[in-house]
């Protein structure tokens, strides 16, 4: 009987000392909301997948010198695997989500093995709207990815080598006429960077052409530019681009694009078709489809943008395990609007989520996610930007040494930093733009047409 005894009392302990099983975080998405969680969750006792698309974490704010020839994508871009090589409790997977197996709680990929998960973070951001014109796609683009801000790069570059060899008055000023469409932060940087490019970066380049000619036109259905930003700074932003030779019109809609020139409705109805070669869209956003997938999965609600509607800790309503952060998430908890898609949102998600994650493990409660808004900010070319951080509003050479430190700050890796901050400080001391390469450019199609019609006609009877 005591044998026995002792026997059992060994089995029991030896119960007691089998581990328990590691809390499993899958992590779809590696942008600020995404990345920000897996570095808070560094020293907890969890077992995390990253899971992404691309191998790298895109600072996206600067998407827009990458598209202007400022910068290239790897100053703005840091490979996943080399910002989480020291952390040993993360694994970074390139792959491609396809759907989410809620009652088995298992996310399943393209060409890999299903993951399982006891948390699943969701933040896989926003592309391009067309509202409802989709068509517009393959002739304005817009700029939420590298490919994006490269193809830009190339037609604009590709558009001044197209005027420069044409001889037709109507077809240069098309070629030199550029289109942004949309007045939010995004549109406005993009049309002063185009109109610098334009007036000091090129002006020497050229022998047939005059770059400093060049049309660069800004359109916005609102009535004023920068719409989230306080009035006078919004007017503070149209007067610095018209420096620059953008020509800014307000209570504009676009009708239609079909590649060769963009037609316009203004308030009165009026419209107009302008020769435009060169269109870029960024006008409005549509979230990722994994928004579609967990409402038909997890009975998700959704907003005219696809956005997924969160309860205060940022999960979903009915599924805890399952949160939602950054771009992909409709938060106005206490908010007389939604939270916007911004990069500070974002991060600060990433960070609430994880101090969530650990409560929970903890056995904790946790208090909802509150937004410290610290101002916004836009720059709209050469020592011009606008900052509102609420009482505090100014533009001008201080809100772009604000703009410049601050966006430094962000940027992922020391080399990142130093590399940017001294291709910035050449750029304003010489208005040079450095990474003007074409890659991938191709023949205008009326030239490819008149090439056709040439051989035809010379072909032997």
Not at 28 to 34: E, L, T
Not at 64 to 84: E, F, K, M, N
């Amino acid at each position: 009987m005591r044998a026995q005894i002792k026997l059992t009392a060994a089995v029991n302990t030896s119960a007691l000392d089998t581990p328990a099983p590691v809390h499993r975080v899958v992590v779809v998405g590696g942008g600020f909301a995404g990345l920000n969680l897996v570095k808070g969750l560094a020293r907890a006792s969890v077992e995390i997948t990253l899971i992404d698309r691309r191998n790298f974490h895109l600072f996206q704010p600067l998407l827009y010198q990458v598209a202007t020839a400022g910068l290239s994508p790897a100053d703005i871009a840091a490979p996943l695997r080399q910002i989480l090589r020291r952390q040993k409790n993360v694994q970074v997977l390139l792959g491609d989500v396809v759907d989410i197996d809620v009652v088995g709680r298992r996310v399943l990929l393209a060409d890999q093995p299903p993951r399982a998960y006891d948390t699943l973070v969701i933040a896989t951001g926003a592309s391009h709207s067309y509202f409802g014109n989709d068509q517009w796609a393959s002739v304005a683009p817009g700029l939420k990815t590298v490919e994006d801000a490269l193809a830009i790069r190339r037609r604009v570059l590709s558009a001044y080598e197209f005027a420069e060899r044409a001889t037709d008055p109507d077809q240069i000023a098309a070629w030199l006429t550029f289109v942004v469409v949309g007045g939010g932060p995004t549109g406005v940087e993009l049309a002063g960077a185009l109109g610098e490019m334009a007036q000091y970066t090129l002006r020497r380049d050229f022998r047939h052409i005059k770059p400093e000619s060049t049309r660069v036109l800004l359109v916005e259905g609102l009535d004023r530019i920068l719409p989230t930003f306080p009035e006078d700074l919004s007017q503070q932003a149209q007067t610095a681009l018209t420096r620059l030779g953008v020509t800014v019109r307000t209570q504009t809609l676009v009708t239609q694009i079909d590649g060769e020139s963009v037609t316009v409705q203004d308030r009165e109805k009026q419209s107009e078709r302008i020769p435009a070669r060169t269109v870029i869209w960024a006008a409005g956003v549509q979230a990722s489809p994994l928004g579609k997938c967990l409402e038909e999965r997890a009975s998700a609600k959704l907003d005219r943008s696809g956005r997924v509607m969160v309860q205060p800790d940022l999960s979903l309503a009915h599924h805890p395990e399952i949160l939602v952060l950054g771009d992909l998430a409709h938060f106005a908890h206490n908010r007389e609007r939604p939270l916007p898609g911004v990069a500070p949102v974002a991060m600060q998600q990433g960070t609430y989520a994880a101090n969530l994650v650990r409560a929970r493990l903890a056995g904790q409660g946790a208090a909802p996610f509150a937004y410290r808004d610290r101002g916004s900010m836009a720059t709209i070319g050469r020592a011009a930007a606008v900052v509102d951080m609420g009482r505090l509003r100014f533009g001008g050479l201080p809100a772009w040494l604000a703009w410049l430190f601050i966006h430094l700050m962000y940027l992922v890796g020391f080399a990142n930093r130093l590399l940017v901050l001294m291709q910035w400080a050449w750029n304003y001391v010489t208005y040079n733009r450095r990474v003007r390469l074409i890659v991938g450019a191709s023949a205008p199609p009326e030239s490819n047409a008149a090439n056709s019609a040439e051989l035809r006609s010379a072909a032997p009877k």
